[in-house]
């Protein structure tokens, strides 16, 4: 979190707009471990790391954002947020560990920060929109940590069941700059196309559940002015 807060400090010294922020930094069914912080590697990276620096970069995309022009978070999240569980009580899987389990709640998470952000920016008139997206399966080495037989057939098959890196991008880059995406916000997008997220994403209780307990892990209190009111 210390180097998250340490990159904002040097953005912001630049004094440059910020038209479009993309969340895609991620680890893929590591060993039980965790950050510097001590928080569960997928949780922390994966998620945690991405609610606090949209947070503290809210107020600049707010204001490079204008009526007609909105400025843009775009969160990449997965299709194994389908199958994961949030448990509210054990976010960090302390009671039994699973890195299928801990990945899969991370995207899930992402899914459900991007709903609440966007009803909260909605909510403000914010000229920033966000959107969660779904690269597909890509092949990169994110899957340098799954079982050795899936990573053989990736090596022999790759090329013909996997999206390229650039491939994988696309729908990154179409929510980032489409024009029929304008405005539009709270999207859940798969092959540049929207599409219907696990259904508990669109629980809006749960929503600001994690948003609170986001808020207190990273240090940002809701209605701070480095953040936003949750």
Same mark, same amino acid.
């Given at each position: 979190?210390?180097? #998250?807060?340490?990159?904002?400090?040097?953005?912001?010294?630049?004094? #440059?707009?910020?038209?479009?922020?993309?969340?895609? @930094?991620?680890?893929?069914?590591?060993?039980?471990?965790?950050?510097?912080?001590?928080?569960?590697?997928?949780?922390?990276?994966?998620?945690?790391?991405?609610?606090?620096?949209?947070?503290?970069?809210?107020?600049?995309?707010?204001?490079?954002?204008?009526?007609?022009?909105?400025?843009?978070?775009?969160?990449?999240?997965?299709?194994?947020?389908?199958?994961?569980?949030?448990?509210?009580?054990?976010?960090?899987?302390?009671?039994?560990?699973?890195?299928?389990?801990?990945? @899969?709640?991370?995207?899930? @998470?992402?899914?459900?920060?991007?709903?609440?952000?966007?009803?909260?920016?909605?909510?403000?008139?914010?000229?920033?929109?966000?959107?969660?997206?779904?690269?597909?399966?890509?092949?990169?080495?994110?899957?340098?940590?799954?079982?050795?037989?899936?990573?053989?057939?990736?090596?022999?098959?790759?090329?013909?069941?996997?999206?390229?890196?650039?491939?994988?991008?696309?729908?990154?880059?179409?929510?980032?700059?489409?024009?029929?995406?304008?405005?539009?916000?709270?999207?859940?997008?798969?092959?540049?196309?929207?599409?219907?997220?696990?259904?508990?994403?669109?629980?809006?209780?749960?929503?600001?559940?994690?948003?609170?307990?986001?808020?207190?892990?990273?240090? #940002?209190?809701?209605?701070?002015?480095?953040?936003?009111?949750?």
């Amino acid at each position: 979190m210390s180097s #998250i807060r340490q990159f904002v400090q040097k953005f912001k010294m630049k004094n #440059i707009p910020l038209h479009v922020l993309v969340n895609n @930094a991620g680890v893929m069914m590591v060993p039980q471990r965790e950050t510097k912080d001590g928080f569960e590697e997928h949780f922390g990276l994966n998620y945690l790391g991405h609610f606090l620096l949209t947070n503290l970069l809210l107020d600049t995309l707010r204001a490079s954002g204008s009526p007609g022009c909105s400025a843009r978070v775009v969160t990449v999240s997965s299709a194994t947020h389908y199958v994961g569980q949030l448990d509210l009580e054990d976010l960090q899987g302390s009671g039994s560990y699973s890195p299928h389990a801990a990945y @899969a709640q991370s995207k899930l @998470a992402l899914v459900l920060f991007t709903y609440r952000l966007q009803r909260l920016l909605a909510a403000q008139g914010s000229p920033v929109t966000a959107n969660v997206v779904d690269p597909g399966v890509v092949d990169t080495d994110l899957y340098r940590h799954v079982f050795w037989g899936t990573r053989l057939v990736k090596r022999a098959l790759g090329w013909l069941l996997f999206k390229t890196p650039d491939e994988g991008a696309w729908t990154s880059v179409y929510a980032a700059v489409a024009p029929e995406l304008e405005g539009v916000g709270g999207r859940y997008l798969y092959n540049e196309k929207e599409t219907k997220s696990l259904k508990v994403t669109y629980d809006q209780k749960l929503q600001q559940q994690l948003w609170t307990k986001s808020c207190q892990m990273t240090g #940002i209190a809701d209605g701070s002015p480095e953040g936003i009111s949750g």
